[in-house]
């Protein structure tokens, strides 16, 4: 706003195309050009793109005019779009620039122009176009017509010949372009042509046709008698001489046939050969005469024709052939002359081809004959015969004009030639065959009576004829000999095992089995004792075998009782009687290989094997024929359990179902945990009064003053007791029956050790019954019957032996000692009694720590020691090695050979590393086993032995180590008399060292060997004896079972015996502490059951 008049109240809008920017202005400016204002602006706008002002005080701005544009803001004028470039449009800020095709020539243009024919613009902005080359052309581009861009190449069979041309020109007929872009066209060379305008090749002429010049339009066809046989012919050639060509256009000629020919070049055709003369080759170019022989004639063909067999022509180019006259003949064809008719034969007609043969009984001894003449009687020709032959002797011929004689039939006989009739032969001769010269004498055996005869009769059976000239009859065998075939010419002496009493005989009897006759015999003589004859005809008796006998009617030798025969088709002589085999059964005289049975109780793999195995029991071997297996067992010597059914005890038994398998498997796993528990807790409370002492020790020691004595008054330390001396120096020991469970135990961890371990063929009553304590073993897997619920080998059961004690050791270190050293560190931290208190309770865990640990040890010394013992234990059974423990398991293996590696540091760890471990503590704590701390921690160790025998332990442990697993390495043949001596040592050393402090376990650990040796003894001659009847099995079983619970029952009377003895000292010890007296009475009172 501005005010140009002082003193007014308002100021006034600058005008439109003015401006003012100051405030308190008299005046407006005015908009320079190229801007512009509205009315009251305080500034000018500049004029947009496309838009321009060219004068001051604009009030708006002018669109640009088409044809020119402004680029910028602010613009005064448009400029005009340069050559090249256009503009349609008003109000432009640029110029478009001509698209390829089009052109601008001059500034303002408001649009581009098409090119002009046979110019073409190839780039934007084009201000001119250009002439397209020689051999191009404009390329119209689209629909729209926008002009042409690029020039496009003459395509083949087209040209360009100048600059700027608007369209190719086609090439004319003769001639062509290859190529694109051509500037010319080419003319076709001879032998082509183009047969259209615009070709861009030339075609060559086919075969049958030519093209002789260049530049042609069509090929000209060959005429008649000349061809081209390729492609592009400039001309055509002649067929040569023998071709002809009859049609015109063709690429080949024809061949004259046989019998045709041409001699010329360029023939139409072929032409026949003269009368005698013939073509015989196709393309002949001349005929050939026939020679003599032959003959043809016109049109005859290709060959000359061979005179026919009778006929002949003797010159060259014959036109026919000549017949043979009578007589003669022509017997090949192309004859030039005939042959006369030779001896024997002859022709009776013309042409001839052969002569007829004179036929049998005719003959012709001369040439060129037309007939034949006859034989006479006694004589014969054969056809095409010259001469007659008379008949040969044997023969004869009674007719005339025969061709043959007629050969004398059996029983008669011709001796000279040309004889018309045949002579008789007389008796006691004969001929046998046709044409006989002579008649022949009865061979010795045969005889004729009458003449023509053509054969002898012979000698019936029982007769024969010694050799008489022409016999006409036979003789009677006398007595004692006889003629087994008819013609016989001697009578024969009867053999020697044969006889015959009548005369006139064909045979001789045999002597029957049992008998025997010289040569000649008339009657058989029986065998004597300890002879025999075994088949019927024998000419001697023969001796028995050594350790056989003969029948009562001496007709066989078989083996005595505990023999057999090794083969069965032996004769008297050569067959052999051998021992019985053992676990055979030879209980009868005439055992051979063949029927021999197996033993009840043995087992062999076939019928062809030749060895026996014992049965670990008798019940399970059905024996027999086949040793067949029974008690739900299969396999070798049938220690397997049929699928299905479990080992339990010594017998297989059914499993139940899965579930009840399961439940079985629980519970018996409680049981033998419960039992284990109730051992543990017995071991414990061994020594309960020791213990008493030696915590009354501890606490002495730890207590510092008379109020703590008072603190600690509650723990009776004033129950003390005296020990008084025994004997060889220990205290007086109370009775202790856990020492007798002790030596119980090893007994039936022994037994039943030595009873599956070797092959003792105890009666299988005793076996089922001492197996039932298997459990001593805690062999876990089979009273779980873990097998019915999960499959199971002897690789099981190892693997969870050599494992479960480890495993129960470190758990029984986890979860009893790590506490026990826990609430010592706590203790000792808190400080003054508590820290006593709590090393004490420490000590007291580590000695019962340390009495579990070498009780687990004890507990499963026997039965760990056996197993990976036993892994070494194989037997060999027909070619294939099992494990003793487990016939499903061959020795042979990569599965054994891997375990058997991994068996080395167990047997290392157990059999030897338990027995080391305690022979380390006893060693070790020798000079203080009588002290109470040693007493409490490895009392159950010793504590039954004097102190001088601290040793016996471990020659126990020995004991039992040998007799349960060590000798389960021992060959079966030796392992008795090995546990007999063991036994027997065990005992001497019992006797002497009499270790024991109380003479009842002396007495039951004497009982024990005792039994053992009396068991192994009657094992040892229960296997010798040959046979045992099932009540003596019965027998045996019952006293060897009466003899466990014998044991039994004494280790209850002398715990019973224990008991009272405990309560009566108990009783005895209350009384003098009630009266204040000081007790004598050993200090050890034991648990009661």
Request: hydrophobic content about 35%; overall charge neutral; some cysteine.
């Amino acid at each position: 706003k501005y005010s140009s008049v002082k003193g007014v109240t308002s100021c006034s809008l600058c005008d439109p195309g003015y401006f003012t920017n100051v405030s308190g202005s008299s005046f407006c400016s005015s908009c320079a050009s190229g801007s512009f204002s509205l009315q009251g602006m305080s500034t000018c706008s500049l004029c947009p793109v496309g838009r321009y002002s060219p004068s001051f005080a604009s009030t708006g701005c002018s669109n640009c005019d088409v044809g020119t544009f402004s680029n910028s803001t602010g613009s005064t004028i448009c400029f005009s779009c340069s050559p090249g470039s256009y503009s349609s449009m008003f109000q432009s800020s640029v110029c478009n620039l001509c698209p390829s095709g089009l052109f601008a020539s001059s500034n303002g243009a408001v649009s581009c122009d098409l090119c002009p024919s046979g110019q073409y613009s190839p780039s934007v902005g084009s201000s001119v176009c250009q002439n397209c080359p020689a051999g191009f052309v404009p390329d119209k581009l689209s629909l729209l017509d926008s002009g042409n861009n690029t020039c496009s190449a003459c395509v083949s069979g087209t040209y360009g010949d100048a600059p700027g041309q608007a369209v190719c020109i086609e090439c004319p007929l003769g001639y062509y372009s290859s190529s694109p872009n051509s500037t010319v066209c080419t003319a076709c060379v001879a032998g082509s042509i183009t047969s259209s305008v615009a070709s861009s090749s030339c075609q060559s002429c086919s075969p049958g046709s030519y093209a002789a010049g260049d530049g042609n339009a069509a090929c000209t066809v060959c005429p008649v008698g000349f061809i081209s046989n390729s492609t592009g012919s400039s001309s055509c050639d002649a067929c040569g001489a023998g071709k002809y060509q009859g049609q015109s256009g063709l690429s080949f000629c024809r061949s004259c046939n046989i019998g045709k020919y041409t001699s010329l070049t360029g023939q139409p055709q072929c032409y026949s050969c003269a009368q005698g003369s013939v073509a015989s080759i196709i393309e002949a170019k001349e005929c050939q005469i026939c020679t003599a022989g032959t003959y043809a004639v016109t049109d005859s063909g290709s060959r000359c024709v061979a005179c026919p067999y009778g006929q002949f022509s003797s010159s060259a180019g014959s036109e026919e052939c000549s017949n043979c006259s009578l007589g003669q003949f022509a017997k090949n064809n192309a004859s030039i002359s005939c042959s006369a008719c030779g001896q024997g034969t002859f022709s009776d007609i013309s042409g001839a081809s052969i002569c007829s043969v004179c036929s049998g009984g005719d003959y012709q001894p001369d040439l060129n004959s037309i007939g034949c003449l006859t034989c006479p009687t006694g004589k014969y020709s054969t056809p095409g015969s010259s001469d007659c032959s008379s008949c040969t002797p044997g023969t004869f011929q009674s007719n005339v004009r025969s061709s043959s004689c007629g050969s004398c039939p059996p029983g008669q006989y011709s001796n000279g030639e040309g004889m018309s009739f045949c002579l008789r032969c007389v008796a006691g001769t004969f001929s046998a065959t046709y044409g006989s010269q002579v008649c022949q004498d009865c061979v010795n055996g045969t005889y004729q009576q009458y003449t023509s005869q053509s054969f002898c009769t012979s000698c019936q059976v029982g007769k024969a004829a010694t050799g008489a000239q022409m016999p006409t009859s036979c003789d009677d065998c006398k007595a004692g000999r006889y003629s087994g075939t008819v013609g016989s010419i001697e009578c024969s002496t009867c053999a020697a095992g044969s006889y015959q009493t009548l005369a006139g005989q064909s045979a001789c009897s045999l002597c029957p089995a049992g008998t025997y006759s010289t040569v000649g015999s008339s009657t058989c003589i029986k065998c004597g004792l300890g002879t025999a004859s075994l088949r019927a005809g024998s000419a001697l008796c023969y001796a028995c075998p050594q350790n056989a006998q003969s029948s009562d009617d001496r007709t066989y030798c078989s083996c005595a009782v505990g023999y057999y025969q090794n083969i069965t088709s032996a004769t008297a002589n050569t067959f052999e009687c051998r021992s019985c085999p053992k676990g055979a059964k030879c209980d009868k005289t005439g055992i051979t290989w063949d029927t021999m049975q197996t033993k009840e109780g043995w087992w062999r793999e076939s019928t062809d094997s030749a060895t026996f195995y014992q049965c670990s029991m008798v019940t399970i071997c059905d024996g027999g024929r086949n040793s067949t297996c029974s008690g739900n067992r299969v396999g070798p010597t049938c220690a397997i359990c049929a699928s299905g059914y479990e080992l339990f005890g010594a017998t297989c038994q059914l499993c139940p179902s899965k579930a009840a398998s399961t439940l079985v498997f629980v519970i018996m796993l409680i049981v033998i945990c419960v039992l284990v528990i109730l051992m543990y807790f017995m071991v414990l409370k061994m020594d309960k009064q020791t213990l008493r002492k030696l915590k009354k020790k501890m606490i002495v020691e730890s207590i510092e003053n008379e109020e703590e004595m008072e603190e600690f008054a509650h723990l009776g330390l004033d129950d003390a007791q005296h020990d008084t001396p025994t004997i060889k120096g220990a205290p007086a020991r109370a009775p202790n029956f856990v020492y007798k469970l002790k030596i119980l135990l090893g007994f039936f961890q022994i037994a039943v050790g030595i009873a599956f371990a070797v092959e003792i063929p105890w009666p299988d009553v005793f076996k089922q019954f001492i197996s039932l304590f298997n459990i001593a073993n805690f062999d876990i897997i089979q009273w779980t019957r873990v097998g019915c619920v999960i499959k199971a080998n002897y690789f099981s059961k190892w693997k969870a032996t050599v494992i479960l004690p480890c495993a129960f050791l470190i758990a029984l270190t986890v979860f009893y000692l790590f506490p026990k050293w826990i609430q010592k560190v706590r203790g000792v931290n808190s400080g003054g009694n508590v820290a006593k208190l709590a090393l004490m309770s420490y000590r007291r865990g580590v000695r019962k720590f340390w009495k579990m640990f070498l009780f687990t040890l004890f507990l499963i010394y026997p039965s760990v020691s056996s197993i990976v013992i036993r892994m070494y234990s194989c037997q060999k059974v027909e070619g294939d090695v099992y494990l003793r423990a487990d016939y499903t398991i061959l020795c042979t293996s990569s599965e054994w050979l891997t375990y058997a590696l991994a068996n080395i540091p167990f047997v290392i760890l157990y059999p030897i590393g338990i027995l080391s471990v305690f022979a380390v503590v006893l060693l070790r704590n020798k000079q203080r086993l009588n002290e109470p701390e040693t007493r409490v921690q490895f009392g159950f160790i010793y504590g039954a032995y004097y102190s001088d025998c601290w040793w016996f332990e471990l020659a126990d442990m020995a004991h039992k180590l040998i007799l349960t697993s060590v000798v389960a390495l021992i060959p079966s043949d030796y392992a008795l008399q090995v546990i007999l001596l063991v036994l027997l040592l065990h005992t001497i050393v019992l006797l002497l060292a009499d270790p024991y402090t109380h003479k009842g376990d002396d007495t039951l650990h004497l009982h024990v060997q005792s039994i053992l040796i009396a068991m192994v003894v009657a094992g040892w001659v229960y296997r010798e004896l040959d046979s045992v009847d099932h009540v003596m099995e019965v027998v045996i079983a019952v006293i060897f079972i009466l003899l466990a619970f014998y044991l039994m029952v004494y280790v209850v009377s002398q715990i019973i015996q224990a008991v009272r003895k405990i309560r009566k000292r108990t009783k005895k010890q209350a009384k003098l502490n009630a009266a204040g007296g000081v007790s004598t009475i050993g200090v050890t009172v034991q648990p009661t059951l």
